[in-house]
């Protein structure tokens, strides 16, 4: 071989690849001393060589990488690196980084630039810049993403080239005592270079002293080998998966080789296709069938049949998993990707749920049941702020969308944000991103998540003039202890305070018996005898008792059921309980004759959860009296008595193939209406699942598998002022301090007065990166300023935190708009705006895109091919000329179809 300028030493076998300007390189046995093969690579061949476990990459002169695979040596790809010659490039896992000439004229200039690559996608990523003029480079051991470069005077950098923002410049120089760097290399900890020059001589240097170099290094052999810990298991344990074990290597025979006398030779049967999975099959064409995965097996993984006696507790949770009811599984699909007929299939309710794929169900849920809740969703859905962040406008942002929003799912990322940029909300752990919790886990995050939503709630709602706010209106309850000293039984009450929320009290012995009213009573008005104090009359630190007195009671009972195993070992115990002591159905039914039966005949038994209850007014003493049904004192039954109802409840399914949380929630007849449904009831809320209930599904928790988590009372008869809904006054948001200038922008008058069915035009435009900045203008349609605009807004698209309060100042005034009964009228924005979470009702916004759109084709003319057709004027983009030309549009439309000529002209403007 002649004019060879480079080879590579393959480490595992005893071959080289020799390379230079030739059309071939060779591939050399050093052990059989000959040549196996010969690789065609072109007339400029190549001056370095680089391999992979898979791959052979060829650095040509001109430039170019040509990559072979390594197993048949055949052409796989080229990359066009440089435009002029390659100088140095290196490979790690999947990056390829390169450095070269450029070709500039009949010069070349050495290329401040890294090239890198991925070798998975055989793409291009983003180059990095480099402060000196690389020549040489190499990946450091140690830092799989980082590379070493050098220049040819002996000047080093440190880079980062999977880093997107600017790196810090970390320079170093070797003398080289006048000479050029030709080799650089690095030691496989990074610790120690090595780097050749021009006259021959190799310079090593360490990061530390005392470094020694091993001129044929070998890897270390140890004494031991490593010691296996095996897991210890009982013998009676068969739901051990034995292959956990690794087999050992051994040439001894092993326990389970038996004679051949002793052993038959037999077919293991396929296990059947589970019925879960042909229960979910789907057709599709040219593919065949396919169903979601049920999740209750591993891959690759065959269960043990074993024909033995198993123990209680295995045989109890195989019992436990397959009665749990489908309504009840858990959802692992991402409805983003589903169309609207298989979104149909979770969700055959009119209303939406909320969703995010990104694994925080539970915020889903406790959002939810916020939502019905509808003295707390007005309030929201009334609150304006101009502050930055607030989740009172998110919340407020998220509900007006479930009510005019026509999908099935919404998404609540925006309020993620704004949740993750609250100082707050940053000392606890809320594992906003992890799809799978823990048992324990998923019964303290809603719970905590909802204590601190009422807290935080409560004092961005709270305005200075107002005393209270709807939070604390509606679940607040005025509080006051009573200490009393147990030595000289001196009494005095603290200061009272609000309390937002109850933990339900549990007796220590989980399996006493008491009745769902004698918990809340226990829980309402507790008493605690452990706390120590000093008393100012005997003067002695003695034990005191401390007992809650009720001055108020709340609109809405929001009820903790705490979050350890005896907790719902404890509902489990009373529930059974309870239906040990209801008496058995009678056979005859209501047709019984016997007068002495004491079976029941048709009457329908009550689960230990009430859906009712009655409470009595705290009286002087401060104690209340509580009933599952009405008092026995008839004279006074009513006065100062009030009834609560079941409304809202968030459970957890704890099974090993499906675990999450659910929400049963009963929905007003006031979220019925604004489906058009004159109807109430009970739903059940699973992911993206919505179906319609019974109450008895709410309250039943006998099950192991199913346990509560937070319950939620409210009073059948609340007061009106907890439904209070302002709408805005437009000359308040409208005002020229809330608008941004913009070209001929007239605010509004005090005279003008937007009414219900009044037009305005609303134009959308983005301009172009790097930028990306959304502008919306909305435009007046009638009266003395009709055309001119009376609102400029901005809004960036990529979610930026200081553009996010322009969003929010745009959705209010969408909202006012809307509220007061406009009509919109702009062409095909709608889908631009539900980016930045804004929806218009269909009912309120006219599509001049659909007006004419040709019949049977689904093409959107643009602006640009109707104006010229229509308006016989020429478009020039911007959102205020597309809000203006909208306008005319419509009245050309009504005009047209007022002298019965808009289909010819229709199917005129699109034969041409």
């Known amino acids: 071989m002649t004019k060879m300028c480079c080879m590579c030493v393959d480490p595992n076998t005893s071959e080289i690849l020799l390379g230079g300007h030739t059309s071939t ?121 980082q590379v070493l470069i050098s220049s040819q005077s002996g000047q080093f950098q440190q880079l980062e080239v999977t880093a997107a923002l600017p790196q810090n410049k970390y320079l170093f120089e070797v003398d080289l005592a006048g000479s050029y760097c030709t080799a650089i290399d690095l030691s496989s900890t990074s610790k120690a270079l090595a780097v050749g020059d021009s006259s021959g001589v190799l310079h090593l240097l360490a990061s530390q002293e005392g470094t020694a170099f091993n001129s044929f290094s070998q890897p270390t052999y140890f004494p031991t080998e490593n010691i296996v810990n095996f897991p210890k298991v009982n013998i009676d344990d068969y739901s051990f998966p034995l292959a956990t074990v690794p087999m050992p290597h051994t040439t001894e025979r092993l326990l389970s080789d038996w004679p051949p006398e002793f ?70 699909v991402d409805p983003t990707t589903l169309s609207d007929s298989e979104l149909h299939n979770y969700n055959r309710t009119k209303f939406s749920v909320f969703y995010n794929n990104k694994g925080n169900t539970y915020i889903c849920t406790v959002l939810q049941m916020l939502y019905y ?112 000293c147990v030595t000289c039984h001196q009494t005095w009450f603290n200061k009272p305070s609000i309390n937002l929320t109850y933990s339900l009290d549990y007796p220590r012995d989980t399996a006493t018996k008491i009745t769902f009213v004698d918990l809340l009573k226990r829980t309402m008005q507790a008493e605690n005898s452990s706390r120590h104090i000093l008393c100012n009359r005997c003067g002695n630190y003695t034990p005191c008792q401390d007992k809650a007195i009720l001055e108020s009671l709340p609109y809405i009972l929001q009820l903790n059921c705490g979050m350890s195993l005896s907790d719902s070992e404890f509902w489990q115990n009373q529930v059974r309980i309870h239906k040990q002591e209801n008496h058995k159905s009678c056979p005859s039914g209501s047709n019984c004759s016997n007068s002495e039966c004491k079976l029941s005949h048709g009457v329908e038994q009550s689960s230990w959860l009430p859906l009712n209850f009655h409470i009595k007014a705290p009286n002087e003493q401060g104690s209340l009296q509580f009933a599952r049904g009405l008092f026995d004192d008839k004279e006074n039954s009513t006065v100062g008595v009030f009834e609560y109802e079941l409304c809202s409840v968030i459970a957890m399914i704890d099974a090993p193939s499906s675990q999450g949380l659910m929400l049963h929630s009963l929905v007003d007849r006031n979220y019925h209406q604004r489906q058009g449904i004159d109807d109430c009831g009970w739903y059940l809320f699973n992911g993206c699942s919505a179906i ?150 269909a009912q309120q916004y006219i599509d001049t895109a659909d007006l004419y759109r040709p019949q049977h084709s689904g093409a959107i003319p643009p602006l640009q091919f109707l104006c010229p057709r229509i308006l016989e004027v020429e478009n020039v983009p911007g959102a205020h000329n597309d809000a203006v030309f909208s306008l005319q549009l419509y009245e050309k439309f009504l005009e047209l179809k007022r002298a019965g000529q808009f289909e010819k002209t229709l199917k005129a403007i699109h034969s041409e």
């Open 25 to 145: 390189v060779t591939k050399y046995d050093l052990g059989q001393q000959k040549v196996t093969n010969e690789i065609q690579l072109g007339d400029a061949g190549c001056v370095i060589i680089r391999e992979t476990s898979n791959l052979c990459c060829f650095g040509c002169p001109d430039g170019n990488i040509v990559i072979h695979d390594k197993n048949t040596y055949k052409k796989a790809s080229t990359i066009t690196a440089h435009s002029g010659t390659i100088s140095d490039f290196d490979i790690c896992d999947n990056l390829l980084v390169s450095c070269g000439f450029a070709s500039r004229g009949k010069d070349l200039s050495v290329k401040r630039s890294l090239l890198v690559y991925d070798l998975r996608m055989m793409r291009s990523l983003n180059a990095v810049h480099c402060s000196i003029d690389p020549v040489q480079l190499r990946f450091m051991p140690m830092y799989h993403s």
């Open 263 to 332: 052993n038959r030779p037999g077919d293991r049967r396929t296990k059947p296709i589970d019925p879960e999975i042909l229960r979910n099959m789907k057709m599709a064409k040219f593919v065949g069938g396919y169903s979601p995965n049920p999740h209750n097996m591993y891959k690759n993984t065959i269960p043990y049949e074993l024909n033995l006696q198993r123990p209680e507790e295995f045989k109890k949770r195989e019992e436990v998993v397959t009665n749990i009811p489908r309504v009840y599984q858990r959802i692992d």
């Open 373 to 484: 809740l509808e003295p707390i969703a007005l309030a929201l859905k009334s609150h304006i702020c101009q502050n930055t962040g607030c989740l009172a406008c998110e919340l407020g942002v998220l509900f007006y969308t479930l009510d005019v929003s026509d999908d099935k799912i919404t998404d609540v990322d925006s309020f993620i944000q704004a949740f993750e940029q609250l100082p707050a909300a940053k000392y606890q752990d809320w594992q906003l991103y992890d799809r799978h919790h823990d048992k324990k886990d998923y019964l303290q995050l809603p719970q905590s998540l909802l204590t601190f939503l009422l807290r935080h709630l409560h004092e961005e709602i709270l305005r200075p003039p107002q005393p209270t706010s709807a939070i604390y209106l509606t679940f607040g309850s005025k509080v006051a202890h009573r200490t009393t």
């Open 692 to 841: 319609g209930t019974h109450n008895k599904e709410a309250t039943s928790f006998g099950q192991s598998w199913k346990t509560p988590c937070t319950i939620v009372y409210k009073q059948v008869k609340l007061p009106k002022e907890l439904f209070h809904n302002s709408t805005p006054n437009p000359h308040e948001l409208f005002t020229p301090f809330n608008l941004i200038p913009g070209p001929n922008l007239v605010p509004l008058s005090s005279n003008e007065n937007l009414t219900k069915g009044e037009l305005v035009g609303i134009g959308l435009s983005v301009d172009p990166a790097p930028s990306c900045i959304l502008r919306v203008v909305l435009v007046r349609g009638q009266g003395d300023h009709e055309g001119i605009p009376f609102s400029h807004d901005v809004c960036p698209t990529n979610y930026a935190p200081e553009g996010h309060q322009n969003v929010k100042l745009l959705y209010f005034k969408i909202k006012c708009l809307v509220d007061r009964g406009l009509i919109l009228v702009g062409h095909s924005i709608t889908k631009q705006l539900k980016y930045l979470n804004i929806h218009i009702p």
